[in-house]
């Protein structure tokens, strides 16, 4: 091979790996703007559902639970409904537990539990296996 003919296979080379770099870190970058994180509310229902077998649905005639900003559910967790309201923060999750205390003509004292940015509404006290098959689920 002459001087210039192997210059020219090192040049096609080089613009080939960096042609192969280019299409990498192109589909790198698709795939990183396609792939959305899910939501906390996504990866509660995903924990109840699939690791406890639990069945979900929307808070029904709840409207403190339907204005988190985060989402909110209810199951029946050993015959215990539990309303699970997912907010920003402690002390927006503390607020709802408070709305509750006020709103609801009963003593809600052991019932509406507030967990880092989460407010749980139960029908009944939680035992001791309810409690954490559903605090395990929180983000």
Same mark, same amino acid.
Not at 43 to 71: E, H, I, K
């Given at each position: 091979?002459?001087?210039?003919?192997? #210059?020219?296979?090192?040049?096609?080379?080089?613009?080939?790996?960096?042609?192969?770099?280019?299409?990498?870190?192109?589909?790198?970058?698709?795939?990183? !703007? #396609? /792939?959305?994180?899910?939501?906390?509310?996504?990866?509660?229902? %995903?924990?109840?559902?699939?690791?406890?077998?639990?069945?979900?649905?929307?808070?029904?005639? /709840?409207?403190?639970? !339907? %204005?988190?900003?985060?989402?909110?559910?209810? &199951?029946?967790?050993?015959?215990? &409904?539990?309303?699970?309201?997912?907010?920003? /923060?402690?002390? %927006? !999750?503390?607020?709802?537990?408070?709305?509750?205390?006020?709103?609801?003509?009963?003593?809600?004292?052991?019932?509406?539990?507030?967990? %880092? /940015?989460?407010?749980?509404?139960?029908?009944?006290?939680? &035992?001791?296996?309810?409690?954490?098959?559903?605090?395990?689920?929180?983000?």
């Amino acid at each position: 091979m002459s001087g210039g003919s192997e #210059r020219t296979v090192v040049v096609l080379s080089a613009l080939v790996l960096a042609g192969l770099a280019g299409v990498w870190v192109g589909g790198w970058a698709v795939r990183e !703007a #396609r /792939d959305v994180d899910p939501t906390a509310l996504a990866l509660v229902l %995903a924990c109840l559902q699939n690791q406890r077998g639990l069945t979900v649905s929307s808070p029904a005639r /709840d409207p403190l639970a !339907a %204005a988190a900003p985060r989402g909110s559910l209810t &199951t029946t967790i050993e015959g215990n &409904t539990v309303t699970v309201s997912l907010w920003n /923060d402690a002390g %927006a !999750a503390e607020e709802a537990v408070g709305t509750y205390a006020r709103l609801t003509p009963e003593d809600v004292t052991q019932r509406a539990i507030a967990r %880092a /940015d989460s407010a749980f509404l139960w029908a009944m006290p939680p &035992t001791g296996s309810q409690a954490p098959a559903v605090y395990g689920c929180m983000p």
